[in-house]
């Protein structure tokens, strides 16, 4: 006759208590409560209206109450990423980059000719804080444009300035006037070197004349 097997101190068989493990429980209701599952968590239906109600990613055209539309991408309602503005009352456009409602990156801003109705390119360049901030193109009426570094929206820093009588004003500025050290060169060629202060010829500077090359 066998005798019986090892018998823990309560008289249990030590097998049959491994298998009351936590682990072991666990794996057991598992498997006799298959439709058991952990609560989902609930958000308020409030909550819910108000994520699907908020502008976000790529949108078609949105206008505004004054009639103004835009087109492009938003974040929390406002537009961030790409986009084009169209206002009403002036007929301008923008179309660039928008950071947190406004311009700020590169974009093109344009105006429509009042005779043509053609719309022509005002600015190119970067933006900041709604404002021409960096490096741009802006052209003026009858062909002057001005390319080099903005601030505020003013011409400030380093620049080059086109005019329609074919002179240009090749340096530095400072509040949208030439400041600081400039040559300003004549049609003819003949040409003015030196200081600059509110967009006047201020402090050392020399003219040099091509006829004479002094």
Request: charged share 30%.
């Amino acid at each position: 006759m066998t005798s019986p097997g090892p018998r823990g101190p309560t008289g249990t068989d030590p097998l049959s208590a491994l298998d009351r493990s936590p682990l072991s429980l666990q794996w057991q209701v598992q498997d006799e409560m298959p439709f058991v599952k952990y609560p989902r968590r609930v958000e308020p239906l409030w909550y819910e209206w108000d994520r699907k109600a908020q502008k976000c990613g790529l949108r078609h055209t949105v206008y505004a109450v004054n009639g103004d539309r835009y087109v492009g991408e938003w974040l929390d309602n406002v537009k961030h990423g790409k986009g084009t503005q169209i206002w009403k009352k002036s007929g301008a456009i923008y179309s660039g980059d928008w950071k947190f409602g406004k311009r700020d990156g590169f974009g093109t801003y344009s105006l429509p000719d009042p005779v043509t109705k053609d719309y022509k390119k005002v600015y190119s360049g970067w933006w900041k804080n709604d404002k021409m901030w960096g490096y741009g193109v802006k052209f003026y009426s009858e062909g002057e444009y001005y390319e080099g570094e903005w601030a505020w929206g003013k011409r400030h820093g380093w620049g080059r300035m086109y005019y329609k009588d074919g002179a240009i004003y090749e340096g530095q500025w400072s509040e949208d006037k030439p400041g600081g050290q400039g040559m300003f060169r004549c049609k003819d060629e003949n040409r003015y070197e030196g200081s600059w202060k509110d967009g006047k010829k201020h402090g050392p500077g020399k003219y040099i004349y091509l006829d004479t090359g002094q």
